[in-house]
C-alpha cells in the first residue's frame, strides 16, 4: 500500500526567496513563511515567478490560474492609480514604490489565502487572524512597514539586507511625517545592524544619530560602549571630550560594562566560549551585541 499520496508535494528545484535567503521546495514551507512573516510579503513573493514555480515544480495548476488572476488586477489596479495619480509626484511615488517591493495589504490578503486554501493550512480562526495582522498592518505608514521588515531582518541576522532598509528610511526622511522618537529608533536598530557586520565605526555614527534626536542616557551608553571596539584608548579619550560627555555618566558606563563581564552568567558563557571553534563564537557575539543594542 503506497501513502504518497498523504505526502506533500516536493519541488525539485526550490522557490528562492530573497528576503530570507533561503529555498522551499512545499506549498506547506511557504505558507509557513506567509504566515510568519506578514512584513515580508513583498513582490518578492507576489510575482508571477512564483505562479510559474507553483505550476511547473507543484503541477498546482488550478491555484496558478487563481494567482494569475489576482497578478492581473493588481496590475490593473496599478495601472489605473498611474493613469488618475494627481501629478507626477504621486505617480513617482507609486512608481518608486513598486521598485522598493512593497504590495497593498488588501492585494496581499487576495493573493495569498488560495495558497492558504490549497494547502489547507490555517483553520477558521487562523485565517481571522492573519486577516487582522494584516488590516493592522494596513494603517501603518510605509516608513513603519519598512522598519518592521529591518527589525525582523537584524533579528534573523540579515544585517546587511536590514542596514539597506534601514538606510532606504533615512534616505527618504520626511521629519514632519514621523517625529523625532522614530528616526531615532531606526538610526540606532542602524547601528546595531552595522554592530552584527562588525563595521563598529559606523554603529557609532548611527549610535550618536540617534542620542542627537532623543538625548536618552541608554543610546549614549550604547555610543560610548562601543568606542574602544575600533578606537585605541587616546582616540577614546578625545572622542569624549569632543562629545562633551560627562565625566560621571561616562564613569557610569564603564561601571555597568564592568559589572556586566564579572556577572556570573557571562562568566560562564566565557568558560564554554574557551572551549568553541573561534569562528562559532565571534557568531554568537555578533548576534549577542547586535541584541543588546536593538531597540
Known amino acids: 500500500m503506497s501513502y504518497d499520496l498523504c505526502l506533500p508535494k516536493q519541488a525539485n528545484q526550490p522557490y528562492y526567496i530573497e528576503n530570507i535567503r533561503t529555498g522551499i521546495y512545499s506549498l506547506e514551507e511557504l505558507c509557513f513563511y506567509l ?12 510575482n508571477e515567478k512564483l505562479c510559474d514555480w507553483i505550476r511547473d515544480e507543484l503541477h498546482l495548476t488550478r491555484l496558478y490560474r487563481q494567482l494569475y488572476e489576482q497578478l492581473e488586477k493588481i496590475e490593473a489596479v496599478r495601472e489605473r492609480t498611474a493613469r488618475t495619480a494627481p501629478g507626477s509626484a504621486s505617480r513617482h511615488r507609486m512608481q518608486e514604490g513598486t521598485r522598493t517591493g512593497t504590495v497593498p495589504e488588501a492585494n496581499v ?3 495569498v489565502f488560495p495558497i492558504f486554501r490549497e494547502a489547507g493550512y490555517l483553520n477558521g480562526q487562523e485565517m481571522r487572524d492573519f486577516q487582522d495582522r494584516m ?3 494596513e494603517v501603518q505608514s510605509d516608513e513603519m512597514k519598512q522598519k518592521l521588515r529591518g527589525d525582523y531582518l537584524v533579528r534573523e541576522k540579515m544585517y546587511a539586507r536590514a542596514a539597506w532598509v534601514y538606510r532606504q528610511i533615512l534616505k527618504n526622511r520626511n521629519p514632519g511625517k514621523l517625529g523625532s522618537q522614530f528616526y531615532a529608533a531606526v538610526w540606532n536598530n542602524l547601528g546595531a545592524a552595522y554592530a552584527g557586520l562588525f563595521r563598529f565605526d559606523e554603529a557609532a555614527e548611527c549610535f550618536l544619530e540617534s542620542y542627537n534626536l532623543t538625548k536618552t542616557k541608554e543610546t549614549f551608553r550604547k555610543y560610548v560602549s562601543v568606542l574602544p571596539l575600533f578606537l585605541s584608548e587616546e582616540e577614546y579619550q578625545l572622542r569624549l571630550i569632543e562629545v562633551k560627555a560627562d565625566e560621571y555618566l561616562v564613569k557610569t558606563i564603564q561601571e555597568y560594562n564592568a559589572k556586566l563581564c564579572q556577572n556570573p552568567d557571562f562568566l560562564e558563557r566565557k568558560e564554554r566560549m574557551a572551549e568553541r571553534p573561534a569562528n562559532e563564537v565571534l557568531e554568537e557575539l555578533k548576534e549577542q551585541y547586535a541584541r543588546s543594542t536593538r531597540s
Not at 36 to 44: F, Q, R, Y
Request: glycine share 0%; charged share 15%; aromatic share 12%.
Open 35 to 46: 504566515y510568519n512573516n506578514i512584513c515580508l510579503i513583498d513582490e518578492s513573493i507576489v
Open 109 to 111: 490578503v487576495s493573493f
Open 135 to 137: 488590516a493592522k498592518l
